[in-house]
């Protein structure tokens, strides 16, 4: 079976203005770009490949704040949701972010699912790679927490995939849940500036298939829970 991966960073429902999140979608799709050729050229998702092949757009502020203000991307009164495709059939890569929504109790997000196999997924799914993935989102949005890993791996270790509560390949905690604790060996941490922290547990690929990877996702979950640093996402005081 070939796992799928994504990365995802998540916050309590934060109403902006449509300005402020056209900038935001602006220097995440500038910032991924630059991670891979593949990543830098965009379409609206739509019915069909041959539908959306129609829409490539240029990721400018001014460019989404005239997408967001189009009916078919209104959730509600302020709240938005969009989706975007690379085009790309045989490395198809896809980004969807949903934000504005008036209750902190409800998650804003932003996730990206790039392709299973191939040479652009075998480039994509590699600790480094993934990481400057998860900066750009990080740098763009301000998460309070985010993952990448595999979807096989999320349904292992969450019966419902809370969002803020398990770890993955790699976990974002943001500065707000606390002080991360010292952690084993091979794991890496490393700050996103002044946002946050990231926590990377292996430089290979992590699978479900490799019991230590497994345990060792494990033992890093048990050090963050009891440091008070894995929680469902909630409104900040």
Known sequence: MVDSYY?????????ESLEAYSRRAELFFRNLSAVDQSLARWFEQAAS?????????????ETFLGLFAKKKYRIGD????FAAWNGESSAS???NFSCGSPSPQTVDLCVWAPPSIGDVAGRL?????????????????????????SDRHRDAVSE????????????????????VPPLPAPVRIEQVKDKGTL??????????GNPE???????VRELLDRAGLLKPLQAQP
């Open 78 to 81: 302020g709240e938005i949701f």
């Open 93 to 95: 890569s896809v980004v």
């Open 7 to 15: 990365s995802g960073v998540y916050w309590p429902g934060r109403p």
């Open 49 to 61: 490949r041959d539908a959306a092949l129609k829409t490539e757009f240029l990721p400018s502020a």
């Open 213 to 219: 990877h497994v345990a060792l996702a494990e033992r």
């Open 125 to 149: 799914l590699s600790a480094p790679m993934l990481t400057q993935v998860m900066r750009a989102m990080v740098l763009a949005w301000e998460p309070e927490w985010g993952v990448f890993t």
């Open 199 to 208: 926590i990377v547990l292996t430089p290979e690929r992590f699978t479900v």
């Open 160 to 179: 419902f995939a809370d969002t803020g509560t398990f770890v993955g390949w790699g976990t974002y905690l943001s500065r707000n849940r606390g002080v």
